[in-house]
């Protein structure tokens, strides 16, 4: 019987995460939570960037220079929309358009934005379940000096540059979890949290009624990876959006977002200043390094999770938890 785990994943940061969790010895047991709050028109389309991050990063079709869109992607569509004097700041490219175009399409005949999901992942030959928290919309929202933006004006137009006051996940409250996303959870032996943003990644997943629940509830082990480094994040806003948000921009802030949440934090060797004050907050920690450049940096990692595992819930040990060969591992317990 296969270790039943489940991600909770943003995009770029998540979609490394799932990446190294699916080629491990367990990955035949893993199924994905994404985040559909950056979701959004454009172009009259449905854009549902971090679902599309980690399709395409899971079936190896991901430009893995920029660690999002697709490789030998051309833009011969969006220029031809420039010169027609559309608003263009937004990249989509030529193969990208089409998932998108097909997404909509799918919409308008009423079928639900799970049944899509899993479809666009299927024909493009993935086979771990990625699952939608809410089949709802529920676009985040961000009151900054400019005003109310929406997230991907935020991040791709202003580059992150307005100053935050305040999240909001619009509709969220009356937003239903998705059958497949609590049936998962309530199954899972290991649930992980991705090195995502946890104020909008992670933090719109956890906004949907039933779903902080259902992981509170749930008999699972709870990991999560920290996406802070040392002060900074390896990629995205999550770094300005916390200290804008009241939260230190540090492990230490990570480990408050997630409190009463996890049994474990893995943080980088490079905080492990931060062990003690994490510990207090009722949470274990290990420090490893969380960086994934490579995918086998990305494997690593997820071994030594899986290991973290293994030492926490022996009762549970099975052969499929067991490495092949002795394992080099880099990770340390704080005690």
Not at 7 to 30: F, P
Not at 209 to 230: C, D, F, H, L, T
């Amino acid at each position: 019987m296969s270790l039943s785990i489940v991600l909770l994943a943003g995009g770029v940061g998540g979609a490394k995460m799932a990446e190294g969790l699916m080629h491990s010895r367990s990955g035949d047991g893993l199924s994905i939570v994404g985040n559909v709050g950056d979701d959004q028109e454009i172009h009259g389309l449905w854009v549902s960037p971090d679902i599309d991050t980690l399709t395409y990063t899971l079936t190896d079709r991901i430009d893995r220079t920029k660690g999002w869109g697709l490789k030998n992607e051309s833009n011969r569509t969006l220029d031809a929309l420039e010169q027609l004097g559309a608003d263009t700041w937004m990249y989509l490219g030529d193969q990208d358009f089409a998932t998108h175009i097909y997404r909509t399409e799918q919409r308008k005949q009423g079928v639900r934005p799970s049944v899509i999901a899993a479809d666009i992942a299927s024909k493009l030959g993935l086979k771990v379940p990625l699952l939608l928290a809410t089949d709802d919309t529920v676009p985040t929202r961000l009151n900054t000096d400019r005003g109310w933006l929406d997230f991907q004006s935020y991040f791709v137009r202003y580059q992150c540059q307005p100053q935050i006051t305040q999240v909001q996940f619009q509709g969220a409250e009356q937003a239903n979890a998705t059958p497949e996303s609590l049936a998962a959870i309530a199954a899972a032996d290991l649930i992980i949290f991705a090195p995502s943003n946890p104020i909008v990644s992670i933090g719109a997943i956890l906004a949907i009624p039933g779903i902080r629940g259902a992981i509170e509830n749930s008999s699972a082990y709870k990991i999560a990876v920290s996406p802070i480094i040392a002060g900074k994040t390896v990629k995205g806003p999550a770094d300005k959006m916390m200290r804008s948000l009241g939260f230190s921009s540090d492990a230490l802030g990570v480990a408050q977002c997630y409190q009463s949440l996890l049994d474990l934090l893995v943080i980088d060797t490079a905080d492990q200043q931060y062990c003690n004050p994490i510990q207090a907050l009722g949470m274990q920690v290990a420090c490893t390094d969380t960086l994934m450049p490579e995918r086998g940096d990305k494997v690593r990692l997820a071994e030594e999770l899986l290991d973290m595992y293994q030492a926490a819930r022996p009762d549970n040990n099975n052969a499929l938890l067991q490495h092949s060969k002795p394992n080099d591992k880099s990770e340390q317990v704080c005690r």
